[in-house]
């Protein structure tokens, strides 16, 4: 039983990290090809070009080192993958950057969100301790 909770905790963080890296894809490029000039996101420091390079980067590095774990290759990249989206959400959502009063984003979507990414960051630790399979 609980090496089943142990897989689905691995396949949701895979999917977590892999559907946020498509949308930080998507959001990037269709603010280039949208011919919108400004892009702020306010949850994130950076604004306009840097947060769309920004954003096509970190989500093709994610992408990529989503693949990686699902080959089982470098699995602290995947763990520290987890932790640096949490880290980030944690903070845009509740130590700096979005402010509950006159914010965008409301409260129960920033909880959802971050408690979403911790728990994909707990899929990710899981990953990081599973022994390694044997190949042949």
């Known amino acids: 039983m609980l090496a089943v909770c142990k897989a689905i905790m691995r396949l949701y963080s895979y999917l977590f990290h892999g559907l946020l890296s498509l949308l930080m894809i998507v959001v990037a490029l269709v603010s280039w090809f ?9 949850l994130l420091p950076w604004q306009d070009e840097t947060l769309r390079w920004l954003l096509l980067v970190s989500g093709l590095v994610g992408l990529v080192i989503v693949w990686l774990a699902t080959r089982d290759l470098l699995r602290i990249l995947f763990l520290l993958w987890s932790l640096v989206v949490l880290i980030t959400l944690a903070r845009g959502f509740f130590f700096g950057w979005v402010h509950y009063l006159r914010g965008p984003y409301p409260l129960s979507w920033a909880l959802i969100l971050t408690l979403a990414a911790l728990l994909a960051a707990i899929g990710g630790w899981i990953h990081y301790r599973r022994p390694k399979a044997a190949s042949y």
């Open 34 to 42: 949208g011919g919108q000039h400004s892009l702020n996101l306010l």
